[in-house]
């Protein structure tokens, strides 16, 4: 069975706030001040949290390749210039059979325009242009990553992961989500 670490970081109370990761190396890229505990944080300003001062999008990172288990963007791949070339930094940075977490706001979403910053919008086909053979998508989310407690929600969420392209086509404009949640498993 596969184990999630997307279910780890976003828990169904909120973002971890606990070390989840035992003895594996994650890098949180664009952590800000919400760092995933355990994490080394990189990110273009310092604040709390942030360990490694660095521009993502200057490459390449300073980070040896083959460095860490675990790569997030929580919502931050939205604000990179080159979505490719972050994930091939990303990729470059994990170990083979590493992970990637990526969480962004949903193109549909108030929030993904709310932000001037953001220079990225997302559906859940976004990604399917750029992985080509060095990812492998291992599970992906509308939202959450968790069951809704509530009955009719958790059957909407059913409904819209079993038929996406609907989603992102019609049904979006009366009920958008405001995030995606994926996690990718490095190709090497």
């Not at 890098?27 to 521009?55: N, S, W, Y």
Request: glycine fraction near 6%.
């Amino acid at each position: 069975m596969t184990e999630f670490w997307v279910k780890k970081i976003y828990t169904p109370s909120g973002f971890s706030k606990i070390n989840i990761l035992g003895n594996k190396k994650a890098l949180d890229v664009g952590c800000g001040g919400r760092k995933l505990p355990g994490a080394i944080g990189m990110d273009v300003r310092q604040e709390a949290g942030v360990d490694i001062v660095h521009d993502a999008n200057k490459t390449p990172w300073p980070f040896l390749d083959n460095s860490f288990d675990l790569v997030l963007f929580n919502q931050s791949l939205e604000h990179l210039e080159d979505v490719s070339r972050a994930l091939g930094e990303a990729r470059r940075v994990l170990k083979a059979g590493g992970r990637v977490i990526l969480q962004v706001p949903y193109f549909r979403s108030v929030d993904a325009f709310a932000d001037v910053t953001h220079g990225h919008f997302f559906t859940s086909r976004s990604l399917d242009y750029i992985l080509d053979f060095k990812f492998k998508i291992i599970s992906f989310w509308y939202g959450w990553p968790h069951p809704s407690k509530n009955p009719i929600r958790q059957i909407f969420k059913n409904f819209i992961h079993r038929f996406p392209d609907f989603y992102d086509k019609y049904l979006s404009l009366l009920i958008p989500v405001e995030c995606l949640t994926w996690e990718l498993e490095v190709l090497k």
